[in-house]
C-alpha cells in the first residue's frame, strides 16, 4: 500500500501522540482493526496505540489520560484534534496476556517487543501493525509489519488465526464467534483449520458471558451485508445449538403452500431482506412454527412465539424495552388488513377465521384501529411492524403479500389519527391525582380505573375530556369496579 494511502488515513491528532512518545524515548505502533482497515482503504472507527511505554510512563507524559486500564497496560489518551474537539485514542503497552477458562485474562505481562505482542492477537490480520515514528520520519519502506501475512490473508478474503488455531481460540472461546462475525461482515470464509478449532472450544463458548455473546451475535446481525453468512456459519460450527437452539428447530420443517424454503431457511432470507430495526424480530418471528404445526397449519405461532422470543432474549441478558419491542413485533406480524371489501372473494383459505367475521373485519372501525395501533406499541411500532411484514414477504418468493394491504392501512391510521387517538395512559385528560382528589384511595385501584377509562376512550375519543371521565370515573368507583 502507498506511503500517501496510508498516511491520508491517520488524523494528525494520532500522529501527534506518536510524535510525543517518540521524543520520550518510545515507540508508536498503530495497531489492530484500525491497520486492518486502511489496509483494506476503508476509513477506520477507531485508532489504538501500541508502545513500549509503561502505564506509569505514558501517564506521565500524558498527565490528563484516563487510567481505569492501567493494570491492563490500557491508557485513554485525550487529545485535541485540529478542530480543538477532544479525541480518545487507546495506549497499550505490549504484553501477553495468560487466559482462564477461555474467558478473560488472568495474567498481564508487559513486554518489550511489538512482535511478542502482536503473536497474542485473534486473526491475522487484527496482527498487523503500522510504525508511525517511521511515518513521521518520511520513511515509505516497510512501515506496515505483518509477521503472520494479514495482508496476504486479506487479499485471499479468508479469517485465519494467528499461529497454532486451537491454543488461540482455547485462549478466549469468544473468538470463535468472531471468527463467524468477521466472516460473515468482511465477506470472508473461515480458514479450514480456523474452523476445526472452533469445534474444540464449544464447551467453553457455553461459559461465555451472555453479555459478550450478545454483543457479538448483534454485530453480525448489523453490521454484515448478509447476515445469514454468519448465521449458518453459527449454525454450521455448532455455536448457535448452544445459545439459541430453538431457531434450529426450523431445520426441514417445510412450509405449504406460500413458502419456498424450511422455517430456517426462510427466517435467516427474512432477517437478510429486513432493516435493522427489525432484524431481530424478523429472525424471531415464525420461532415456533415447528412447535405449533398442525397438518398445514401453525395455529398460535404468533403468540408461542413472542414467548419463546422473551425467554431468548432474557437468555442473552437483553434490556426488558428490548424485549418488549421485539416480542410485540413478533406477536403482531400476522396481522391482517382488508383493504378491500371483495377481498375476500379471493380464494384467500388461510383466512378462514376471518371470513367468519368479514362483516366485522372488512370495515375496520376507527375503534379497532386505535386498539390495533395501542396493541402493537404505539405508531413508531406500527411502522417498524410493516418494515417486519414486508421483509417477511420479500424474502419468500412464492408470497401472496399485496403492497396495498399496507398502503391501506397506513392511510386509515393517518385518518384515525387525525381525530387525535388517545393510546396510552398519559393520553387520557385526568391522572391518578384526579382519582384522589375524588375519594379514591391511593393503590392498585387507581391504575385499574385508569385503564378502564381509557379503553372506554379507545372506543369513543369524545368521552377524553376531564369532566366527562371524572363522573365516569364515579360511577365506576359506586359500581365496586375498584374493590
Request: hydrophobic residues 40%; charged residues 35%.
Given at each position: 500500500m502507498k506511503f500517501t494511502k496510508i498516511k491520508e488515513k491517520i488524523p494528525s491528532y494520532v500522529m501527534s501522540i506518536a510524535r510525543i512518545l517518540g521524543k520520550e524515548?518510545?515507540?508508536?505502533?498503530?495497531?489492530?482493526?484500525?491497520?486492518?482497515?486502511?489496509?483494506?482503504?476503508?476509513?477506520?472507527?477507531?485508532?489504538?496505540?501500541?508502545?513500549?511505554?509503561?502505564?506509569?510512563?505514558?501517564?506521565?507524559?500524558?498527565?490528563?489520560?484516563?487510567?481505569?486500564?492501567?493494570?491492563?497496560?490500557?491508557?485513554?489518551?485525550?487529545?485535541?484534534?485540529?478542530?480543538?474537539?477532544?479525541?480518545?485514542?487507546?495506549?497499550?503497552?505490549?504484553?501477553?496476556?495468560?487466559?482462564?477458562?477461555?474467558?478473560?485474562?488472568?495474567?498481564?505481562?508487559?513486554?518489550?517487543?511489538?512482535?511478542?505482542?502482536?503473536?497474542?492477537?485473534?486473526?491475522?490480520?487484527?496482527?498487523?501493525?503500522?510504525?508511525?515514528?517511521?511515518?513521521?520520519?518520511?520513511?515509505?519502506?516497510?512501515?506496515?509489519?505483518?509477521?503472520?501475512?494479514?495482508?496476504?490473508?486479506?487479499?485471499?478474503?479468508?479469517?485465519?488465526?494467528?499461529?497454532?488455531?486451537?491454543?488461540?481460540?482455547?485462549?478466549?472461546?469468544?473468538?470463535?464467534?468472531?471468527?463467524?462475525?468477521?466472516?460473515?461482515?468482511?465477506?470472508?470464509?473461515?480458514?479450514?483449520?480456523?474452523?476445526a478449532a472452533i469445534g474444540t472450544v464449544l464447551g467453553m463458548i457455553d461459559n461465555l458471558s451472555a453479555e459478550r455473546v450478545r454483543d457479538e451475535f448483534l454485530k453480525t446481525l448489523y453490521q454484515s451485508p448478509k447476515p445469514s453468512v454468519g448465521l449458518e456459519l453459527l449454525e454450521e460450527t455448532g455455536i448457535l445449538k448452544i445459545w439459541i437452539p430453538e431457531l434450529l428447530e426450523g431445520v426441514g420443517v417445510d412450509q405449504p403452500k406460500f413458502h419456498a424454503f424450511d422455517v430456517f431457511k426462510h427466517s435467516?432470507?427474512?432477517?437478510?431482506?429486513?432493516?435493522?430495526?427489525?432484524?431481530?424480530?424478523?429472525?424471531?418471528?415464525?420461532?415456533?412454527?415447528?412447535?405449533?404445526?398442525?397438518?398445514?397449519?401453525?395455529?398460535?405461532?404468533d403468540v408461542v412465539g413472542a414467548e419463546m422470543t422473551e425467554e431468548i432474549m432474557k437468555r442473552l441478558r437483553f434490556s426488558n424495552r428490548e424485549i418488549e419491542r421485539v416480542k410485540t413485533l413478533v406477536r403482531w406480524h400476522m396481522f391482517y388488513f382488508p383493504y378491500d371489501e371483495d377481498d375476500f372473494l379471493k380464494g384467500r383459505k388461510i383466512r378462514e377465521a376471518d371470513l367468519q367475521k368479514k362483516t366485522e373485519i372488512a370495515k375496520w372501525r376507527d375503534a379497532a384501529i386505535r386498539r390495533f395501533v395501542k396493541n402493537v406499541g404505539g405508531e413508531d411500532a406500527v411502522d417498524d411492524l410493516i418494515k417486519l411484514r414486508i421483509a417477511d414477504a420479500t424474502s419468500n418468493p412464492k408470497s401472496a403479500f399485496d403492497e396495498k394491504e399496507i398502503m391501506a392501512l397506513q392511510k386509515r391510521i393517518a385518518e384515525v389519527r387525525a381525530k387525535d387517538m388517545a393510546l396510552k395512559l398519559s393520553d387520557l385528560d385526568i391522572s391518578g391525582k384526579d382519582l384522589l382528589d375524588i375519594g379514591l384511595k391511593a393503590g392498585p385501584e387507581v391504575g385499574q380505573i385508569l385503564r378502564e377509562l381509557l379503553d372506554m376512550v379507545i372506543e369513543d375519543p369524545t368521552i377524553n375530556d376531564k369532566e366527562k371521565l371524572l363522573e365516569i370515573a364515579k360511577n365506576l368507583i359506586l359500581k365496586g369496579v375498584s374493590s
Open positions: 524515548g518510545f515507540e508508536a505502533h498503530l495497531v489492530g482493526g484500525g491497520v486492518r482497515d486502511i489496509v483494506m482503504n476503508r476509513d477506520p472507527k477507531d485508532y489504538d496505540l501500541a508502545t513500549d511505554a509503561l502505564p506509569e510512563d505514558v501517564l506521565k507524559i500524558f498527565p490528563k489520560a484516563v487510567a481505569t486500564g492501567a493494570k491492563f497496560g490500557s491508557i485513554i489518551v485525550i487529545v485535541k484534534d485540529e478542530r480543538e474537539e477532544p479525541q480518545q485514542v487507546d495506549v497499550t503497552t505490549y504484553r501477553v496476556e495468560e487466559y482462564l477458562a477461555g474467558r478473560w485474562p488472568s495474567k498481564v505481562e508487559f513486554i518489550s517487543s511489538l512482535e511478542g505482542d502482536l503473536a497474542r492477537r485473534d486473526f491475522t490480520w487484527n496482527a498487523m501493525a503500522i510504525d508511525l515514528l517511521k511515518m513521521l520520519k518520511g520513511k515509505d519502506q516497510n512501515v506496515i509489519l505483518d509477521p503472520f501475512d494479514g495482508q496476504e490473508d486479506l487479499e485471499r478474503k479468508v479469517v485465519r488465526a494467528v499461529g497454532e488455531s486451537q491454543s488461540r481460540m482455547k485462549e478466549d472461546a469468544l473468538r470463535a464467534l468472531r471468527a463467524c462475525r468477521f466472516a460473515s461482515v468482511l465477506g470472508f470464509q473461515v480458514e479450514s483449520k480456523t474452523k435467516l432470507r427474512a432477517v437478510d431482506a429486513a432493516e435493522d430495526s427489525v432484524k431481530l424480530a424478523a429472525l424471531f418471528h415464525d420461532i415456533a412454527k415447528p412447535r405449533t404445526k398442525e397438518g398445514d397449519h401453525f395455529y398460535r405461532h
